[in-house]
C-alpha cells in the first residue's frame, strides 16, 4: 500500500491538534448526526435487516475463501467481453500499468469517478509526475482536489468544509483547473452544485479517458458496478471511449443474484436513501460507436496487502467492508478527531483496522491506529456485513505489542519481539507472579494501603503517557481481604 499521508504525525499527536479545532469538530458533528439519523430511519424500514446483514456477511466470507477461484472466472468473463484484465501485486505495479495505458491511448488527461482504490494507492500523484492531469468529478472530490486538500471520509470526502469554505475554494481555484466560479457565487448548495456541473461539463465532454473504482465486481458475468448520487460517475462511465477501472481483489461476489442483498444494504447504510440515484453497470466494451460505454476497457485488479491480511483469520473480515462509512459516522473518536489525524484515505473504525493490515504496523502512525478507539462497539452494530470491529482492533493491538505481524521460520511461527513496550512487559509478569503467590500479593495490598499518601496521581516514564488524561484509581485504606477478615472471618469460624 502507498504511504501515508505525507507528513502525517501518530493518531495521538494529530488527534489533539484536531480535536482544538473548533469549526472543523462543528462541521464533523452536524454532518455525521444528520447522516446516521437519516440511516437509522431508512434501515429501520426493512423488517429483514437482520436477515440481509447476515446475507452480505455470508456472501462475503464465502467469497474470501474461494478467492482464486472467483477472480479466475472474473478474468475470463471480463476478456470474453471484450476488456483486457491486468494483475497489480502492490500500488507501484498499479500506477505503472495506468500510466501506460493512458499514454498508449495518446491522452494527457482523464477525469475519475470517485475511488478510494485510486486514492489508497495515490494514482492522481503518479499520473502527475507522468505529466498527465487527472480531474475528480465527484462533487466532494472536486472540493478536495481543487482546495489542495485530502479526504476525509469514505463517502463524503469534503466532510470538513462547510459551505462557506467550499465557495471560497470554488472562487479562487475553479480558474486554475478549467472553467472559473461564476460571478457572485454565493454558498447555496444549488449555486455550488451548478457552478461545479458547469466547470465539470466541458471536462465531460473533452475526455478521451475515464477512471473508474467499483463498488462490485460480478464473477459470472464479468460485470462491474458502480454505485453514486450525483451522476457525475455515469458520465465518466459512458462518454470516454477508454476506461480503464482500478479494483481491490475483495471487491467481487460470486453471481448477479448477490448484487440483491447489497443493492438493499449499500445505499441505506450510506446515504441513507432506499437504492442509489444512478447505478452502473457494464460488462466489456461496446461494439458500436453509437452505443453507450467505452470501446476499451481495461481492468486492473489490484492485491496491495489484500492477500497478507485475508491470511489473517481474524483480520480477514475486514476485507468484507462495502465502503459504506456507517462505522465512521456513529464513532465517537472520528466525530472529534476527524478523518485527517487518520493518515490514510480510510479514516475511521474501519481505517483502523483496514490500514495497518494493507500498510503493516512497522510506521508509528499505522502502529498507533488499532488504539484510535472507545471499543464502544457501535461500529459493528451499523456494519452492514457484520464486520467485528472491536475484535479486530483488540487483535491488532495484541500485533502491535508483539512486535508486528508473525514470520514462519522452518516450522514455527514466531513473533518478533516488541521495542517500546519493555516496562510494559516487566509489569505484566510480576503481576502474573504476584497472582500465583497469595501471600506476597497480600503483603503487597498492605504495603499500598500504608503507604497511599504518597502515592503519585500520575505515572512516572512511559506510563505517562496513559495518565496524562486520568489521574491514577486510589488505594483504599484497607485491603479487601483484611476488611473481609475483619468483618466476617469471626462469623465463618464460628460456624
Not at 69 to 74: E, G, H, I, P, R
Not at 276 to 286: C, E, I, K, L
Not at 406 to 414: D, E, I, K, L, S
Request: a neutral charge.
Amino acid at each position: 500500500m502507498s504511504g501515508t499521508f505525507v507528513g502525517m504525525p501518530a493518531f495521538p499527536v494529530a488527534a489533539h491538534e484536531a480535536v482544538g479545532n473548533t469549526t472543523l469538530r462543528a462541521n464533523l458533528r452536524h454532518a455525521t448526526h444528520t447522516i446516521r439519523d437519516k440511516r437509522a430511519k431508512a434501515v429501520a424500514e426493512l423488517d429483514d435487516w437482520a436477515l440481509l446483514r447476515e446475507a452480505g456477511k455470508q456472501i462475503k466470507d464465502h467469497t474470501l475463501r474461494h478467492l482464486d477461484t472467483y477472480l479466475v472466472q472474473l478474468e475470463e468473463a471480463v476478456t470474453a467481453a471484450g476488456g483486457v484484465v491486468h494483475w497489480a501485486a502492490d500500488a507501484d505495479e498499479a500506477n505503472r500499468i495506468v500510466t501506460r495505458l493512458v499514454k498508449e491511448a495518446g491522452e494527457s488527461e482523464v477525469v475519475k469517478v470517485k475511488s478510494m482504490a485510486t486514492q489508497e494507492i495515490g494514482l492522481n500523484e503518479a499520473l502527475e509526475a507522468a505529466g498527465i492531469a487527472a480531474y475528480e468529478t465527484d462533487l466532494a472530490e472536486l472540493i478536495v482536489q481543487l482546495g489542495h486538500d485530502r479526504p476525509s471520509h469514505i463517502l463524503v470526502p469534503a466532510i470538513h468544509r462547510n459551505r462557506g469554505e467550499i465557495r471560497d475554494i470554488f472562487a479562487k481555484e475553479m480558474g486554475e483547473w478549467g472553467r472559473p466560479a461564476p460571478e457572485g457565487l454565493t454558498d447555496t448548495p444549488a449555486e455550488l452544485a451548478e457552478a461545479a456541473r458547469l466547470h465539470l461539463r466541458e471536462k465531460f465532454l473533452r475526455a478521451k479517458v475515464g477512471i473508474s473504482g467499483a463498488n462490485f465486481m460480478v464473477a459470472e458475468t464479468g460485470t462491474l458496478v458502480v454505485v453514486e448520487s450525483e451522476g457525475n460517475g455515469r458520465m465518466c462511465l459512458t462518454l470516454p471511449e477508454t476506461l480503464i477501472s482500478v479494483v481491490g481483489i475483495e471487491k467481487i461476489v460470486p453471481t448477479w443474484r448477490d448484487l440483491e442483498v447489497f443493492l438493499q444494504t449499500l445505499p441505506r447504510s450510506s446515504t441513507a436513501e432506499r437504492m442509489n440515484p444512478y447505478t452502473s453497470m457494464w460488462t466489456g466494451t461496446s461494439d458500436t460507436e453509437t452505443a453507450d460505454g467505452p470501446r476499451v476497457f481495461h481492468l486492473v485488479l489490484i492485491d496491495n496487502g489484500r492477500t497478507d491480511t485475508l491470511a489473517d483469520e481474524v483480520g480477514r473480515q475486514a476485507l468484507r467492508c462495502i465502503r459504506c462509512s456507517a462505522c465512521l459516522n456513529v464513532c465517537p473518536v472520528y466525530e472529534r478527531a476527524g478523518g485527517h489525524a487518520y493518515g490514510s484515505v480510510y479514516p475511521g473504525p474501519i481505517g483502523a483496522i483496514l490500514s495497518p493490515q494493507l500498510r503493516g504496523t512497522a510506521s508509528e502512525i499505522d502502529a498507533s491506529l488499532p488504539y484510535a478507539s472507545s471499543l464502544c462497539g457501535a461500529c459493528y452494530e451499523v456494519c452492514p456485513v457484520a464486520i467485528d470491529i472491536p475484535e479486530v482492533l483488540v487483535h491488532l493491538r495484541e500485533r502491535v505489542v508483539q512486535g508486528g505481524p508473525a514470520t514462519r521460520q522452518g516450522n514455527r511461527v514466531v513473533l518478533k519481539p516488541a521495542k517500546g513496550h519493555a516496562a510494559e512487559r516487566a509489569a505484566m509478569r510480576a503481576a502474573g507472579w504476584a497472582f500465583v503467590h497469595p501471600g506476597a500479593l497480600r503483603a503487597g495490598q498492605r504495603v499500598a494501603s500504608r503507604t497511599r499518601r504518597f502515592h503519585p496521581r500520575t505515572l512516572p516514564g512511559p506510563g505517562r503517557a496513559w495518565s496524562a488524561t486520568r489521574d491514577l484509581p486510589q488505594v483504599p485504606a484497607e485491603p479487601f481481604r483484611d476488611w473481609w477478615q475483619r468483618t466476617h472471618g469471626k462469623k465463618e469460624s464460628g460456624k
